[in-house]
């Protein structure tokens, strides 16, 4: 990833298979390498872990009895 262009190519095709932990050793080691030194690159790999982060907590966290009945009501039928 040694160009840092605006977007960053290589980036784009490492970030979320970096993100995945699906990279070999040698390609982490040079996503990290480039992570270190690439600003724009940073704030894209913070945001994509932060936001599977928030949608791994939502799937887990289970809807109260009262909001899903209340969401139930609010159906309209099929026709």
Same mark, same amino acid.
């Given at each position: %990833?040694?160009? &840092? ?5 290589? &980036? ?20 990290? +390498? ?8 940073? #704030? ?8 599977? #982060?928030?949608?791994?907590? &939502? &799937?887990?966290?289970? %809807?109260?009895?009262? /909001?899903?009945?209340?969401?139930? +009501? /609010? #159906?309209?039928?099929?026709?």
């Amino acid at each position: %990833m040694e160009d &840092c262009g605006d977007p960053c190519i290589k &980036c784009e095709e490492l970030l979320q298979p970096y993100v995945d932990r699906e990279l070999t050793d040698e390609e982490r080691i040079e996503a990290e +390498a480039h992570l270190a030194l690439c600003g724009y690159c940073a #704030r894209r790999y913070r945001f994509e872990s932060t936001l599977r #982060r928030y949608v791994r907590k &939502c &799937c887990e966290e289970q %809807m109260p009895v009262e /909001l899903k009945e209340k969401l139930l +009501a /609010l #159906r309209t039928p099929l026709l």
